[in-house]
């Protein structure tokens, strides 16, 4: 048994933590972007090139505008951009930057 071998406080205290992560709410991908808007992120596409800048709009389809962007293939800097608009079906992911 678990209580066997935990001590009853490590035990409440590890059913208090796993009741609240239950009760925790799911992040909501377009919220999360949106809050992030006007802060620097990174966007793989699906033809694996790169785009870093800071976002400056999203919409209910995660279409991106970037401004400063810069394009990268792998590690290699390609060009740099002043705007870029991203269609969101063909982004594989975002990176906010501010959190790594």
Same mark, same amino acid.
């Given at each position: 048994?678990?209580? #066997? %071998?935990?001590?009853?406080?490590? %035990?409440?205290?590890?059913?208090?933590?796993?009741?609240? /992560?239950? /009760? /925790?709410?799911?992040?909501?991908?377009?919220?999360?972007? /949106? #809050?992030?808007?006007?802060?620097?992120?990174?966007?793989?596409?699906?033809?694996?090139? *790169? !785009?870093?800048?800071?976002?400056?709009?999203?919409?209910? !389809?995660?279409?991106?505008?970037?401004?400063?962007?810069? *394009?990268?293939?792998?590690?290699?800097?390609?060009?740099? !951009?002043?705007?870029?608009?991203?269609?969101?079906?063909?982004?594989? %992911?975002? #990176?906010?930057?501010? *959190?790594?």
């Amino acid at each position: 048994m678990l209580v #066997r %071998f935990l001590s009853w406080g490590i %035990f409440i205290s590890l059913v208090k933590s796993l009741s609240n /992560q239950q /009760q /925790q709410h799911p992040k909501k991908p377009l919220v999360v972007l /949106q #809050r992030a808007i006007n802060k620097k992120v990174s966007v793989r596409l699906k033809n694996e090139a *790169e !785009y870093k800048g800071k976002m400056s709009n999203v919409d209910s !389809y995660m279409n991106l505008i970037l401004e400063d962007a810069e *394009e990268f293939n792998g590690s290699t800097h390609l060009a740099n !951009y002043g705007k870029v608009v991203i269609r969101g079906n063909n982004v594989l %992911f975002i #990176r906010l930057e501010d *959190e790594l």
